[in-house]
């Protein structure tokens, strides 16, 4: 079975600090690792794919890494701020419009 | 600006009565999408769309109906043989594409007492 697992569940870290949250998935085949950012209340939005080939991408303060040997992914947040308390949600494609296979996300808080 | 609109934001319902939650996309996208959220739990499939007049059951089909009769649109109707309904729902679109991001609506919450 196609599993998402994302740690920790929640974090709390104070605003300006960077912190890093952990996607491991057993998703095959495998055709792209994505993250989202979800406010409470709103629907995801979409920070990054990575492909097979793709080991690191970044969007602004965010930056993605994948490991495709390790089945590993992580999400990096540099100089935290407020406005990035939200929950962080990994989604792994197997390929399809039916084949994605999302995690349970981490709940990130910024502390002032 | 080109976006998707789910309506209404809140709805509630009392057990036994069918619900139909709207979707409407101006992104010019092929394939549309329904997903349920619960507390806990990661996004689960009920039905996608990747043409007019054409759909798929998703993972959680069961007591849900779906049309596409156009292009913008995808509603879904929660029908009284959903066993629990209440939850938190999303729609999204993407290009057909299988590394095109989704781009979800805000999300319909359905209160069913």
């Known amino acids: 079975k196609n599993q998402v697992e994302q740690s920790p569940q929640s974090l709390i870290i104070l605003e300006g600090k960077n912190c890093t949250l952990q996607?491991?998935?057993?998703?095959?085949?495998?055709?792209?690792l994505r993250w989202y950012k979800q406010d409470t209340g709103r629907g995801p939005v979409s920070l990054t794919i990575?492909?097979?080939?793709?080991n690191t991408k970044s969007n602004g303060r965010y930056t993605a890494t994948l490991d495709a040997d390790t089945k590993q992914s992580s999400l990096h947040i540099t100089a935290s701020q407020l406005s990035d308390s939200a929950s962080y949600i990994c989604?792994?494609?197997?390929?399809?419009?039916?084949?994605?296979?999302f995690g349970k996300g981490t709940h990130l808080i910024i502390q002032p | 600006d080109g976006g998707i609109t789910q309506s209404p934001k809140y709805l509630f319902r009392k057990e036994g009565q069918n619900v139909t939650l709207s979707c409407e996309q101006n992104?010019?996208?092929?394939?549309m999408y329904w997903y349920r959220q619960d507390p806990g739990q990661g996004l689960r499939l009920i039905y996608y769309?990747?043409?007019?007049?054409?759909?798929q059951k998703g993972d959680i089909a069961e007591g849900y109906s779906v049309s596409r009769e156009k292009k913008e649109s995808f509603p879904l109707t929660v029908t009284s043989a959903q066993k629990n309904p209440t939850a938190f729902y999303l729609c999204?679109?993407?290009?057909?594409?299988?590394?095109?991001?989704?781009?979800f609506g805000n999300g319909t919450r359905l209160t069913v007492t």
């Open positions: 996607c491991n998935y057993t998703v095959s085949p495998f055709s792209n």
């Open positions: 989604v792994v494609s197997g390929g399809g419009a039916d084949g994605l296979t």
């Open positions: 769309s990747q043409i007019v007049n054409d759909f």
């Open positions: 992104l010019n996208h092929d394939a």
């Open positions: 999204a679109s993407s290009l057909r594409d299988v590394n095109s991001p989704l781009h």
């Open positions: 990575m492909t097979f080939s793709e």
